[in-house]
């Protein structure tokens, strides 16, 4: 079965140079980004528009294409994206794109939950459900790390654990 694929394409390294997509998308419809400060009027409008079952992101680099993302995964699209970091604890640490991860704030604990925990009274917890199910970490080229649940990669990074 197929599915309706978008791709968002802002420097055309998903679907080539040309005016005509690359044969490698096979039947994906390709939306070209003029400029980067429209790529998430465009992610936006790919679902609009064009009621795409997956949509695929070429970079997603700052707060605006953060948020389209999250509304897009809130629509049920599944969603492929690319940003830059060497690993997930990078996106813990990037203000700009933290809410892909679910977002992150302190939290005050009372003694006797820090205790049960065996932690500080202030801890970081994660504050929503992260914007993908599933993150790859391309390490080195021919080593990946793969968190098949990043809500759970996230919590154990969160709490000091090995993921």
């Known amino acids: 079965m197929e599915k309706r694929v978008i791709i968002v394409d802002t420097s055309n390294e998903i679907g080539g140079e040309s005016d005509i997509p690359h044969l490698g998308i096979g039947r994906a419809r390709r939306m070209q980004v003029a400029t980067t400060e429209s790529q998430h009027q465009i992610m936006i409008e790919a679902v609009e528009n064009?009621?795409?079952e997956v949509i695929i992101i070429d970079e997603i680099a700052n707060?605006?294409?953060v948020l389209a993302a999250r509304t897009i995964a809130e629509k049920g699209v599944k969603?492929?994206?690319t940003t830059h970091g060497d690993c997930l604890e990078n996106l813990i640490k990037n203000p700009t794109l933290v809410d892909l991860i679910?977002?992150?704030?302190?939290?005050?604990?009372?003694?006797e939950?820090?205790?049960?925990?065996k932690t500080q009274k202030t801890i970081l917890e994660r504050?929503?459900?992260?914007?993908f199910t599933i993150v790859v970490e391309m390490n080195q080229q021919n080593f990946w790390t793969i968190h098949e649940d990043v809500k759970m990669s996230i919590d154990m990074v969160l709490r000091g654990q090995e993921y």
């Open 113 to 117: 939950e820090a205790k049960r925990r």
């Open 127 to 131: 504050t929503t459900y992260p914007t």
């Open 79 to 81: 969603l492929i994206g």
């Open 63 to 65: 707060s605006l294409e």
């Open 102 to 111: 679910g977002g992150i704030q302190y939290v005050t604990l009372s003694d």
């Open 50 to 52: 064009h009621m795409p």
